[in-house]
């Protein structure tokens, strides 16, 4: 396997209330080439996923948490050079959409406001019929308060594997300009 060296990979994180799908959804995108080349700090988990675009290839190093965003105290040191974050909430729960905004907030306070990030609405698979109007709303929400603010906005199933690919590629596309 051909070495590639750290600053051609693009660092991104994946963020959000623990138990939505960051990590799964991590998986589903690197099941086939996981490759656990990535040295991330203590308590943390990391995965290289690599992709062409034109004739180039593109490599992503995505960080994911081993379980700490449950305190929300994610160090400075996870978000360091990140060139862009996935914000992810889940569909079956309300309070992880409103955590959304201080999640990105966070981010921001480390990197700045040129990172790109991505809005995930994770689960998409769990059909929220009508016992869960409240969580529509909190919903349709974000989508616009995203809508607003200029990030990328995506319903994804780490489950079904549901435009897992589209959101990376997305990602990919961001950070490879
Ligand atoms: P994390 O804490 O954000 O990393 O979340 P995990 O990836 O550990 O997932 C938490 C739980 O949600 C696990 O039981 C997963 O199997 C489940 N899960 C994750 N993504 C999906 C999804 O897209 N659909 C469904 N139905 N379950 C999911
Ligand atoms: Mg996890």
């Known amino acids: 396997m051909q070495m590639v060296s750290s600053f051609m990979k693009h660092k991104i994180v ?6 939505v799908g960051k990590t799964s959804l991590m998986h589903r995108l690197t099941r ?8 991330p700090t203590v308590g943390t988990g990391c995965a290289t996923w ?3 675009l034109g004739k180039d290839p593109i490599y992503l190093q995505i960080w994911d948490t081993a379980g700490q965003e449950r305190y929300r105290s ?5 978000y360091q050079n990140a060139e862009a974050a ?3 909430f889940s569909k079956t729960d309300n309070e992880s959409a409103k955590n959304v905004k201080s999640w990105v907030k966070q981010f921001r306070a480390v990197m700045g406001t040129s990172p790109f990030i991505a809005i995930v609405q994770n689960k998409s698979d769990i059909d ?3 016992e869960r109007k409240e969580e529509d709303i909190e919903e349709t929400d974000i ?4 809508k607003q603010k200029g990030f990328f906005y ?3 199933s780490a489950k079904t594997g549901k435009n897992v690919k589209e959101l990376f590629l997305t990602v990919t596309k961001s950070v490879a300009q």
Not at 14 to 19: E, N, P
Not at 74 to 78: E, L, T, W
């Open 86 to 88: 996935v914000v992810v």
């Open 14 to 19: 994946m963020i959000g209330d623990s138990l």
């Open 74 to 78: 994610i160090g400075g040191i996870f």
């Open 50 to 52: 690599s992709t062409v």
């Open 143 to 146: 989508k616009k308060w995203a």
């Open 128 to 130: 929220s019929s009508d």
């Open 32 to 39: 086939d080439v996981f490759m656990p080349s990535c040295q």
């Open 154 to 156: 995506i319903e994804t």
